[in-house]
């Protein structure tokens, strides 16, 4: 009696090819979240609801949404995932065969490459994992001696050329239906090159990565009321122990580390100031060199 809500923001193209995994609509989900703009061919901010069976009301979800959304819808958002839509339809299966067909050589290439290591039984069968969208395209670089923010900045330094996703050890290349043999030919020959300049690149800074319960926090304090609550910036270090009043997420993975409401770790901290050195992205605290983190205020503030 409970409904199945999947978050499938990478899976728009997934029910338009056989060879790609099922569709979270077809294993039986309720309702699914789709970022068109991801793996569609829709402009940013184009995403979709997908909603079938008797547990979600249509119209109580779709009054939910327009709660959030905006007044002013942009008519091109709504023009261009109607377009992609009818693309899917006419030629997705097409179109999505021959870009699986070059992910499918790309992969191949990179894993003869010395240094590199294309990643695919490692991800089947691990933590609940089923299936694999192949056209996803991540690749440990670690054999280089040289960290996946490194790669990713060389890249973007020396090739022009931006990957999608880069961590402590791994890079990701999205290959889509606007790929071509150029296209990926010049990614496979930027990273040739980034395995020739490998050997010059200073020794990466390591991460600490805790285990996943080392990164679960307790709520100690509503998240409302610990960010719009008094708050004060302390010495990141002195942060230990303390309830958070900011919210922290590294990218990769774009998950929050730390929310308003929970109680700083010291282990959380040091992987995110050892990321932080490593190269991680973090967009969202008040001091984005994390020497200090905003708390909740241990003494009332002052009357005014």
Not at 119 to 129: G, I, P, R, T
């Amino acid at each position: 009696g409970r409904p199945l809500i999947v978050d499938e923001a990478w899976g728009a193209h997934l029910p338009f090819h056989p060879d790609l995994p099922t569709w979270a609509m077809d294993a039986g989900a309720d309702v699914c979240v789709v970022s068109v703009h991801k793996m569609g061919a829709g402009f940013e901010q184009g995403s979709v609801f997908h909603v079938q069976g008797d547990l979600v009301d249509p119209s109580h979800l779709a009054a939910c949404a327009d709660l959030l959304m905006t007044t002013s819808p942009n008519v091109l958002v709504y023009s261009a995932m109607d377009g992609w839509r009818r693309q899917m339809v006419e030629a997705g299966n097409e179109l999505l065969g021959a870009a699986l067909a070059l992910a499918g050589a790309l992969r191949s290439d990179l894993d003869k490459i010395p240094g590199l290591h294309v990643l695919e039984d490692e991800l089947v069968h691990a933590e609940a994992s089923h299936d694999l969208d192949r056209l996803q395209v991540l690749t440990d670089v670690s054999g280089l001696g040289i960290s996946g923010y490194q790669a990713a900045d060389w890249l973007r330094q020396h090739e022009c050329l931006d990957v999608g996703l880069s961590d402590h050890r791994r890079i990701l290349a999205t290959v889509s239906l606007a790929d071509d043999e150029h296209t990926v030919r010049r990614l496979r020959d930027a990273l040739t090159h980034l395995v020739d300049a490998s050997s010059a690149l200073p020794n990466p800074h390591p991460v600490q990565l805790p285990d996943p319960a080392g990164l679960e926090l307790e709520t100690v304090a509503l998240p409302r009321d610990a960010f719009f609550g008094p708050a004060e910036s302390v010495p990141v270090r002195e942060a230990v122990g303390r309830i958070a009043a900011e919210q922290v997420t590294p990218y990769p993975p774009g998950i929050p580390a730390i929310v308003p409401g929970e109680q700083i770790s010291s282990e959380v901290l040091d992987y995110l100031l050892s990321g932080l050195k490593a190269g991680m992205v973090l967009p969202d605290p008040a001091d984005p060199t994390l020497a200090t983190l905003r708390v909740t205020a241990t003494t009332p503030p002052p009357p005014p």
